[in-house]
């Protein structure tokens, strides 16, 4: 029993942001390339603050923990999709702020490993083969552009 008899507010599970069809992944390496450019927005803070916090999840999944605690991302790299999931009960106004331009900085990063030309990369050899549209569709649904 909760507050005046009333049932005790279940947890919300998490809430997917993002979901981007993908025709091919590698996911280890891809994950590696992320937390790589998680850790570098870290110094590009203005008030010198480790804003985000990446870590490996059990799933192979990328956690990306905000610096008030209100607040995770996970990028769970799947064969066929890249799903982005929100935890936290009730994120902080700044984290969701945070989070939007955060994940335009990834997509930002997913469209040069797709489609940047890189001499000597065969198309079978990159970490992600999608759709430009995917992309496009995934960023459109995001407040909040990264400046």
């Known amino acids: 029993m909760g507050l005046f008899g009333g049932d005790e507010p279940k947890p919300d599970g998490p809430k ?11 996911p280890r390496p891809l994950r590696f390339f992320l937390q790589i450019y998680v850790l570098g ?5 203005k008030d010198n603050s480790k804003a985000w916090l990446p870590r490996e999840s059990d799933d192979g999944g990328l956690q990306i923990f905000f610096k008030d ?3 995770m991302c996970n990028i769970v790299l799947e064969p066929n999709n890249i799903v982005i999931e929100r935890h936290g009960q009730r994120p902080s106004l700044q984290y969701m702020l945070q989070e939007s331009v955060m994940l335009h900085g990834v997509l930002d990063e997913l469209h ?8 000597d990369v065969k198309d079978s050899d990159r ?6 549209e995917a992309l496009d569709k995934a960023r459109e649904s995001l407040p909040a552009r990264k400046a």
């Open 41 to 45: 927005e870290q110094n590009s803070q």
């Open 16 to 26: 997917t942001v993002l979901s981007i069809p993908v025709q091919t992944v590698k």
């Open 112 to 119: 040069k490993v797709a489609f940047d030309e890189i001499d």
């Open 127 to 132: 970490l992600l083969i999608l759709q430009q």
């Open 69 to 71: 605690g209100t607040g």
